[in-house]
Nanobody, 121 residues
Framework: QVQLVESGGGLVQAGGSLRLSCAASGTIFMINDMGWYRQAPGKQRELVAVLNSGGITNTANSVKDRFTISRDNAKNTVLLQMNSLKPEDTAVYYC???????????????WGQGTQVTVSS
């Protein structure tokens, strides 16, 4: 089993910054993709940014110039630095990791519980 624990959400004024952190623990042989999705009230969950084990990043156009994703493979952690936050960034942010628990097992997606980010105007 794999657990993802997020931290760093909160309330910030427009133009401010927050940094989200997510740590994976449990039975982990290898993590491929690791990153963040978000879900605003009444909307579908959407990609924010994901970074794979090879260093390739997939980032939503709406945040590309403001958010930076980074990863520490040795610690199984992923960070999301969010700058120049806007009210439309308000959402629950979910960490996701695509994990192979054993050398010959398949990859599975695991999700964190989510952390609330609220940006006031």
């Amino acid at each position: 089993q794999v657990q993802l624990v997020e931290s760093g959400g909160g309330l910030v004024q427009a133009g401010g910054s927050l940094r989200l952190s997510c740590a994976a623990s449990g039975t982990i042989f290898m993590i491929n993709d690791m990153g963040w999705y978000r879900q605003a009230p009444g909307k579908q969950r959407e990609l924010v940014a994901v970074l794979n084990s090879g260093g390739i990043t997939n980032t939503a156009n709406s945040v590309k110039d403001r958010f930076t994703i980074s990863r520490d493979n040795a610690k199984n952690t992923v960070l999301l630095q969010m700058n120049s936050l806007k009210p439309e960034d308000t959402a629950v942010y979910y960490c996701v990791a695509t994990v192979k628990s054993l050398p010959h097992s398949a990859y599975h997606d695991y999700w964190g519980q989510g952390t609330q980010v609220t940006v006031s105007s």
